[in-house]
């Protein structure tokens, strides 16, 4: 009985699989790279954060926000490069007519695919009431948004409830600021809510070819793009859950654009891989050691006051951060507006004045506790301040949890654990505007996110304030002030913001990012 | 032999509601909500009520329990909180790379450790054995992810022969994914089946009945084929069923190694952040692989020497 059919038999098989593999091994290339080498220009990037959402209003993570970049217009865009900045895009002119309207012209030509037309400002309404109206999760960044007004087909206005200032910063160039089709999306949803991974029309130069959970995104050129051509045929996301694995992948050739680790960065600068260009990008997030003011521990501010000038930050960056992270001076990073030059608090700290304020609090032989999260980084962040504050005698016990456990810890809601709650190695994400870096520390949020329980009048007063200044040196001089507030309650240790370190293969990229390190992959160019 | 397959399949599924029914209340029991890593620093009261209203977490347990199992009898396995999509979907897109894995693994570890086993016993003391026992014992030391670290860094890195990460697309560049994370699993497989296959094997040679075949003139070979290594495998076949959790524990570090899909990553990813209704799936197409594996290995026992039917 004859097993093949065809003129492929078993030896011919054998024989020209054996020479295809030899050549490829001795081209010193991994089997991947050459399968996928033989198409056009492809861009091969690691995503490092899961990606479960491609509907802008309900994005989850900043790397869901890189792809949806490619895939749809918006009204204006970060800029690239190093300083934080927008430009316009699907937007031919955006005027702020008066503290709660905002007049945006559409560009002309802008198309929808699948035959749903031009992009209008009736899918501009569409998409920014959407967020709203389906009560998503991050309809905060839309602030005091009420409506928006359409004045011709290319012409509305967006009307605000109260001023906020944000909405230049963190909704119209960000995620939420994405424009979906209406009709699109009334097609696919019925009632116009999430759609999660299924984009039903694309108005960006790429469009979602394919996605395969937990594997990769492939995105392919959207033939319909009037604009100018993105650099590659294809983007591949590659969805690797850690960094030090997209690392690897790397080194081993399997891509050409990752995040890598700051612990990684000093190794990597000092013996890079062949052909690659790292760079170090400041991240907007901010990492602090908060204390509980409401416990019976902590509630004196002389004790507070003595943590705060027993850490040593630097000794701390240098542990946890490889010494790759800059200190921070409060919640506002480098390059936003609101960020401070000094903390009030040096660095260093000053064990004799800690001593002191611990004298002044007539407190000897304290004993305390410090929650983090059971992850390397924040475990060696914990160390750290307890071998510190031993050194004025305080005795620090480490309880490490999972992030389902440690991100209730100080939630009312969730029980009684925020009572017993004292000290915690805190971090939060951030968006490029101060009023989302002080939001979280309101007195309405505490026993929510606000976990030292810090109280202040006069915090609340800024906070309100701020989103409704437009002049930017005065907005700035108050989130400077509300950081001061934070500080001189003694609940707050600013630490670091950490980093986004990138590396990319040279000969076949140039990769452009925001000043944060997170990319802009239709800026890519190839080489 | 049909009677006793009805006692062990009936014994299965009630293993199976005992072992989901103890891990959804251990699942329960642990703190942390869903709600806020999924919502987030900036989520509200309402939001989180309104989250924990679709996941069913404001009902009381006994309720979620009877929900929970009433839809598994529709093969209903509920929703995943973050992309909305049926867990049985999320689940079955992501086993089939899992058990490819665990297959791969196994298959090529049986492949080479029970001739190496059955080869150290016939040659017992030899200088192959004495190797053997030496090399073995150190690849049973070494765990999976460690091995995995290291072929990632030689075979992938350094040399650039295969891939480091993903599972590849079509069935020969998903071949070519599965080398490295096989390879790192099988691995110690090989010392401990080669070991035990060895160790059965002598006990099985020193036996009346094969020392009549031998003494019948039949080769030493066809001897330790037919007559031997029937009886010699059963520990093996035994251990296999067991070996199938160990093997998915191992998956769950190789997956995230080597950044491949699969139920391992899956549910690291679902415990963290308390994605209930995924975790759930997870557990039970685990505790059914588990349960199954060990069932079959008491079939193929069954089969292979009737006495074990006696015994159930």
């Known amino acids: 009985m004859n097993y093949y059919q065809g003129s492929v038999s078993r030896r011919n098989f054998l024989k020209t699989t054996s020479v295809i593999g030899g050549g490829i091994v001795a081209a010193g290339m991994p089997l991947s790279s050459a399968i996928w080498a033989a198409e056009g220009k492809v861009l091969t990037a690691a995503s490092t954060n899961d990606i479960t959402k491609m509907d802008p209003q309900f994005y989850t993570a900043v790397s869901e926000v890189s792809v949806m970049e490619c895939l749809y217009s918006k009204l204006t865009r970060f800029k690239p490069g190093s300083e934080w900045g927008w430009e316009l895009e699907a937007a031919e002119k955006l005027e702020q007519v008066d503290p709660t309207h905002v007049r945006f012209r559409l560009k002309k030509g802008i198309k929808f695919t699948g035959d749903y037309g031009e992009l209008t400002a009736k899918d501009v309404k569409f998409s920014f009431e959407r967020g709203i109206k389906h009560n998503s999760p991050v309809k905060d960044n839309w602030g005091s948004l009420d409506h928006v007004e359409i004045e011709d087909d290319y012409t509305g206005v967006i009307v605000l409830k109260t001023p906020f200032m944000p909405l230049f910063n963190i909704a119209f160039p960000y995620a939420v600021g994405h424009i979906v089709s209406e009709a699109a999306v009334m097609k696919a949803t019925k009632d116009g809510g999430d759609f999660g991974m299924k984009p039903p029309a694309f108005s960006g130069p790429y469009v979602l070819a394919e996605y395969k959970p937990n594997q990769h995104l492939l995105l392919t050129r959207n033939p319909e793009w009037a604009g100018s051509k993105p650099g590659f045929d294809e983007i591949r996301v590659v969805l690797i859950g850690d960094t030090k694995t997209a690392e690897r992948a790397y080194q081993a050739g399997d891509i050409d654009f990752t995040g890598i680790t700051l612990d990684s960065l000093a190794k990597f600068k000092s013996n890079p891989p062949a052909d690659t260009k790292i760079e170090g990008h400041p991240s907007l997030n901010y990492h602090w050691i908060g204390m509980n003011v409401d416990h019976p521990k902590l509630k004196d501010i002389n004790v507070r006051k003595a943590i705060q000038w027993a850490i040593n930050v630097p000794q701390i960056l240098e542990a946890a951060f490889a010494g790759q992270a800059e200190v921070a001076t409060g919640t506002i990073p480098p390059g936003l507006l609101g960020h401070r030059e000094k903390a009030l608090v040096p660095p260093e700290g000053d064990l004799e004045k800690a001593k002191e304020f611990l004298e002044t609090a007539g407190v000897s032989d304290l004993n305390l506790t410090i929650d983090c999260l059971n992850e390397s980084l924040f475990l060696t962040i914990a160390q750290t301040v307890q071998a510190q504050l031993s050194q004025i005698g305080i005795t620090v016990e480490i309880n490490a949890q999972d992030a389902g456990s440690f991100w209730t810890l100080g939630m009312e809601s969730e029980g009684d654990r925020w009572k017993d709650m004292q000290l915690t190695v805190m971090w939060f994400s951030n968006l490029p505007d101060p009023f989302y870096a002080t939001g979280s520390f309101l007195q309405s949020r505490v026993g929510i996110w606000n976990w030292e329980r810090f109280r202040s009048e006069r915090f609340d007063e800024l906070s309100a304030k701020g989103v409704t200044i437009s002049d930017p040196n005065e907005r700035a001089k108050i989130y400077q002030e509300m950081q001061d507030l934070m500080e001189e309650s003694g609940a707050y240790r600013f630490l670091t913001h950490g980093g986004n370190p990138v590396m990319y293969r040279t000969t076949h990229t140039q990769a452009v990012t925001r000043p944060d390190g997170y990319p802009l992959y239709v800026d890519f160019k190839a080489v | ?312």
Request: charged share 10%; proline share 5%.
């Open chain 2, 1 to 312: 032999m049909w009677l006793y397959f009805a006692k062990r399949t009936i014994l299965a599924v009630a293993i199976i509601a005992v072992a989901v029914t103890l891990l959804f209340l251990m699942i329960m029991a642990v703190p942390g909500d869903p709600a806020v890593v999924m919502l987030g620093p900036r989520a509200t009261p309402e939001m989180k009520a309104l989250l924990h209203q679709q996941m069913g977490l404001d009902k009381p347990l006994v309720v979620q329990i009877v929900t929970f199992f009433g839809g598994l009898l529709h093969g209903n396995l509920g929703f995943d909180v973050f992309s909305q999509r049926p867990v049985a979907d999320i689940v079955f897109e992501q086993l089939p790379f899992t058990l490819e894995l665990i297959l791969i693994s196994i298959l090529w570890a049986v492949v080479i450790a029970v001739p190496l086993g059955c080869y150290s016993a016939v040659r017992r003391n030899s200088l192959v054995d004495q190797v053997a026992g030496v090399v073995t014992v150190a690849t049973i030391a070494i765990p999976s992810f460690v091995m995995a670290v290291y072929a990632l860094l030689i075979f992938a890195v350094t040399l650039r022969w295969l891939p480091a990460i993903g599972a590849g697309n079509g069935l020969w560049d998903g071949l070519i994914h599965l080398i490295l994370p096989a390879f790192a699993i099988g691995i110690g497989w090989v010392g401990y089946i080669s070991r035990l296959v060895r160790a059965s094997m002598l006990e099985v040679l020193g036996e009346n009945h094969i020392r009549m075949a031998s003494s019948f003139g039949i080769s030493e070979w066809r001897i330790v084929a037919r007559y031997a290594l029937p009886l010699a495998i059963l520990p093996t076949v035994t251990i296999l069923g067991v070996g199938i959790a160990w093997l998915l524990s191992s998956a769950v570090f190789i997956e995230v190694v080597f950044a491949r899909p699969g139920i391992g990553a899956l549910i690291v990813n679902a415990v963290n952040t308390r994605n209930y209704p995924i975790v759930m799936g997870v557990v039970l197409v685990t505790t059914f692989l588990i349960v199954a594996a060990t069932t079959l290995s008491d079939v193929v026992n069954a089969l292979l020497d009737p006495r074990t039917r006696e015994k159930l």
